[in-house]
């Protein structure tokens, strides 16, 4: 399902595996790099996925969890000594690129083109996984816009998380192919829609 929040998910997981006895749930890391394949290829059934997820051959159901964003930087990153950053802060970094297999549409919504002022945000270097993203930031190479989620499970040397105070709350959302769209997805979504999104 998602490779972090496994403790805010779990009333989603208990309440699911009362529902269906003898199902159940195995949790598994998605790349930002690529967050569709593994679904497409069947290797996983259900994903907990930013907002938007606009897949034709996707369904994209109730809504899990919410939260708010971090700015990853390097501890001495300037703007690691303010405390907190701003969208607008994007115009003088560069951020990860994460390559070709995530859609433009889904990355932008996470790590905008462009400030709210109309500055250019630069990508750059490429970062298939969340640990090289991390390596990256604490390098200095880039800082990186992130779910606060990834803030609370993680606390790497030479990283400080942001408080963005100024970005849009992030949704996360159950996601599977509509084409295996089965009794035991459907028993997830629905109680999940029951329990309704858990705040980060």
């Known amino acids: 399902m998602f490779g972090h929040a496994g403790h805010e998910l779990r009333p989603l997981v208990d309440a699911f595996r009362t529902r269906c006895p003898g199902s159940d749930v195995q949790f598994g890391e998605i790349n930002g790099s690529d967050p569709f394949t593994a679904l497409r290829t069947g290797e996983h059934d259900v994903h907990v996925l930013w907002l938007p997820v606009a897949e034709p051959d996707l369904t994209v159901g109730p809504t899990v969890l919410t939260g708010g964003r971090v700015l990853a930087v390097s501890a001495d990153h300037p703007l690691a000594a303010r405390g907190a950053a701003s969208l607008e802060d994007l115009g003088d970094n560069r951020v990860v690129d ?3 297999d995530a859609p ?3 990355v932008a919504s996470m790590v905008p083109t462009r ?3 109309g500055r250019r ?3 750059g ?5 969340f640990h090289e993203i991390l390596s990256l930031v604490a390098s200095g190479e880039c800082v990186q816009p992130l779910g606060e989620v990834a803030a609370r499970y993680n606390s790497p040397p030479g990283i400080v998380f942001l408080p963005v105070h100024d970005a849009p709350t992030l949704q996360w959302a159950l996601t599977w192919r509509s084409s295996d769209d089965n009794p035991t997805i459907r028993a997830l979504a629905e109680t999940a829609a029951d329990l309704g999104p858990i705040a980060l």
């Open 98 to 100: 994460f390559g070709p």
């Open 104 to 106: 433009e549409y889904w």
């Open 115 to 117: 400030t709210l002022l």
């Open 121 to 123: 945000v630069l990508r």
């Open 125 to 129: 270097p490429v970062a298939r996984t």
